[in-house]
């Protein structure tokens, strides 16, 4: 059985995580991180993310070609989708998850979800701009 102490490592790992405004990859966190903590290891990171996920504190999303992200749960322990810009990067919110309606149909048929990704990738709008900006020069 797994011990949940609330070090002062994981502590701060939670409070980047709730104040982050997207989710976050490891390497993202541990450059937070050692803002504070100069000589943790990103192996203490890893722990107390797999800690936090066991715990049911915090989300794990696969984003951009599958790399692993981590985001605080929200209040209401909706998960999220997103959709990534191919040119730089930024992550939106898609408003509404598209499979729910399908899970619902999937439980009542006995069928037990035990979890789903969705990842969509394209061009935002200002990115697009800058295309047609450069391609009409």
């Not at 070609?65 to 999220?80: A, C, P, S, V």
């Not at 997103?82 to 898609?94: A, P, Q």
């Not at 619902?104 to 969705?118: L, P, V, W």
């Amino acid at each position: 059985m797994e011990h949940k102490r609330n070090t002062k490592q994981k502590q701060l790992i939670l409070d980047i995580l709730t104040n982050s405004p997207k989710p976050m990859s490891i390497n993202d966190i541990y450059q937070k991180v050692i803002t504070e903590l100069p000589t943790i290891a990103k192996s203490t990171i890893y722990r107390n993310i797999d800690s936090l996920l066991s715990q049911n504190l915090i989300d794990k999303y696969y984003l951009n070609d599958n790399e692993l992200f981590y985001q605080i749960k929200d209040n209401n322990h909706h998960h999220k989708h997103y959709v990534i810009c191919d040119s730089c990067k930024r992550m939106f919110d898609l408003p509404l998850c598209p499979i729910h309606e399908i899970e619902n149909a999937m439980e009542k048929e006995g069928f037990s979800i035990s979890d789903h990704y969705i990842q969509i990738s394209g061009t935002c709008k200002d990115c697009l701009k800058k295309k047609n900006e450069t391609d009409a020069k």
